[in-house]
């Protein structure tokens, strides 16, 4: 309201609008390096790019060989590293308000000094922030992606992995295949366990999916008993065999309920995408697929091309 009582006052304040002028000069002068760095890291939410800055910064003050981070964010590992190393090494493990966000470390072939490390601790303050606010923008990103339940890529994740996958297939000519992967009379079991067993059969499905896969494909939980698995580089029968193999390991599961224990089996529709395809369309035929083999009495797969 202060604020709002000054703008209706149209009052001038030509003292503050001096001081605003003379600190906009001094902060458009050519900078000292930390306000530089401090500034550089302002502009970016990409924390390999902060951590590139922080490497050109530091090594015009204080050389170094080898500039090296680590995380864990959002559940997978994050590297960044910059020169080779030499056996002496300075390390700072990142935290702000009791919070972790990394291990950056330098390394030389000369020892570094008191001065020098001090040097580094000062560059890392600069860093400290902004990089905590990287981090977090890489949580808040993969969490959106991420399917809370299962903890594989949600649909947003696979509709821009197909997107991707499109434009790929396009440039590269490679066959791409798509298999969508659906749990047979899954209403039943919710109905007959509850839907805590439920849950944990789909947990226990997305595993099996994934370790059927190689580190190249990737598989999302995109409805409720609904995966898709995404194939590069394979044809539409090499498709067909690895959803077979989904499909055997996700009847070899077994879960515990009541003093029995449940196990599950499903259908799968194979399409591998065709140049100039529309990818909703691609997602169609593979859907088509898969409603062929729940009509063929399910725990089967059905690829569309082998439909008449
Ligand atoms: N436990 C659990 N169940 C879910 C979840 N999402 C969807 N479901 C259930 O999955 C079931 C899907 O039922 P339907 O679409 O009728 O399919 P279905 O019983 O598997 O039958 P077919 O697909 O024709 O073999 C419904 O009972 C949903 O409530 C979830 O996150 N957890």
């Not at 930390?34 to 790019?49: G, N, P, Q, Y």
């Not at 905590?132 to 949600?154: H, K, P, V």
């Not at 996958?165 to 109905?191: M, Q, T, V």
């Not at 067993?197 to 896969?213: M, P």
Request: charged share 25%; hydrophobic share 40%; net charge negative.
């Amino acid at each position: 309201m202060k604020n709002l009582t000054s703008i209706q006052s149209s009052t001038s304040r030509p003292a503050r609008l001096a001081a605003l002028k003379q600190s906009f000069q001094e902060w458009s002068s050519a900078p000292d390096a930390l306000t530089r760095l401090t500034r550089r890291l302002s502009t970016t939410l990409c924390l390999e790019t902060q951590l590139g800055m922080i490497a050109e910064e530091a090594v015009d003050i204080i050389p170094f060989d080898a500039m090296n981070y680590r995380n864990r964010i959002a559940r997978q590992d994050f590297v960044f590293s910059k020169g080779v190393g030499g056996p002496h090494r300075c390390e700072y493990r990142l935290s702000l308000e009791g919070n972790y966000y990394g291990t950056l470390s330098f390394h030389r072939r000369q020892r570094f000094s008191e001065e020098e490390m001090t040097g580094f601790e000062m560059l890392i303050s600069a860093l400290i922030c902004p990089l905590r606010n990287a981090c977090r923008f890489i949580a808040i990103e993969q969490a959106a992606l991420t399917d809370s339940l299962t903890g594989i890529g949600n649909k947003r994740a696979m509709d821009e992995a197909l997107q991707r996958a499109g434009a790929l297939a396009e440039r590269h000519g490679a066959p791409w295949s798509l298999i969508l992967c659906d749990l047979d009379y899954f209403k039943r079991i919710n109905d007959t366990y509850g839907h805590i067993v439920g849950d944990h059969i789909l947990t226990r499905t997305a595993e099996q999916i994934d370790r059927s896969l190689r580190t190249s494909d990737s598989v999302y939980r995109f409805g409720g008993e609904e995966f898709a698995v995404l194939l590069p580089h394979t044809s539409s029968g090499d498709a067909k065999d690895v959803a077979d193999r989904i499909r055997l390991a996700i009847e070899g599961l077994r879960v515990d309920a009541d003093e029995s224990l449940v196990s599950v089996s499903a259908s799968c529709g194979v399409a591998t995408y065709l140049p100039g395809e529309d990818v909703d369309h691609w997602l169609a035929r593979a859907d088509e697929a898969l409603y062929r083999a729940k009509d063929h009495g399910r725990n089967c797969t059905r690829v569309f091309a082998t439909i008449n």
